[in-house]
């Protein structure tokens, strides 16, 4: 009675291999979307805070509402590059790129809306000759986007958005300097927290 040849070594080496990274990678996944994103660069946020401090005080040194709007909106591009970036390199170096992070992925789709709002409304508020009002929507909305994300990521990101919407609340209701509590948010918020961050989970 014949028997059915048998497949050869290599094969079976090669289907195993297959099987052990198809399993791998499945419990990476499932073990991803139950924990928080950790990657957060503690030093991208110091330093990024930091360009708000100069951004600060030559947007309050403006004659026009055209060019303070534009300043904020340089330091808005600069200091994202730098939290983006320094935040990437973190997240290479640890093994898990941003771009193959669930978690990291379900952090950006819970703060993007809200900034997309914030950016539409702040648009709005401009060509309605509301610029004053623009420093209470920019910190209350990120605070709030801060939080809403912060469900995907450490415990002290929704702490700072918090503080960010207290801020914006100041910003809304007292008679106190726009560019110094802008300068408090978007610099000593983030300087704060960045360095307690890095403390706490690295740079």
Request: proline residues 4%; hydrophobic residues 55%.
């Amino acid at each position: 009675m014949k028997t059915a040849p048998r497949a050869p070594e290599s094969e079976k080496v090669a289907w195993l291999h297959h099987e052990a990274g198809e399993n791998l990678r499945f419990i990476r996944e499932s073990m991803e979307r139950g924990t928080v994103f950790t990657g957060l660069s503690g030093r991208g946020y110091v330093i990024g805070g930091f360009t708000a401090l100069p951004a600060a005080w030559l947007a309050a040194q403006q004659a026009s509402t055209d060019l303070w709007l534009g300043v904020w909106l340089l330091e808005l591009v600069l200091a994202t590059c730098v939290m983006l970036a320094f935040t990437a390199r973190k997240a290479r170096e640890s093994g898990t790129p941003l771009s193959s992070s669930i978690t990291s992925r379900k952090l950006l789709m819970a703060f993007v809306p809200a900034m997309l709002a914030g950016g539409l409304l702040s648009f709005h508020l401009h060509l309605a000759g509301a610029t004053k009002a623009l420093p209470a929507l920019w910190l209350t909305v990120y605070g709030a986007a801060v939080i809403t994300a912060g469900a995907w990521s450490i415990r002290l990101i929704p702490l700072m958005g918090a503080c960010f919407m207290l801020l914006g609340a100041l910003a809304a209701f007292t008679p106190l300097n726009q560019d110094v509590l802008l300068a408090l948010g978007f610099g000593g918020l983030h300087m704060g927290f960045g360095l307690w961050i890095w403390r706490a989970h690295g740079g």
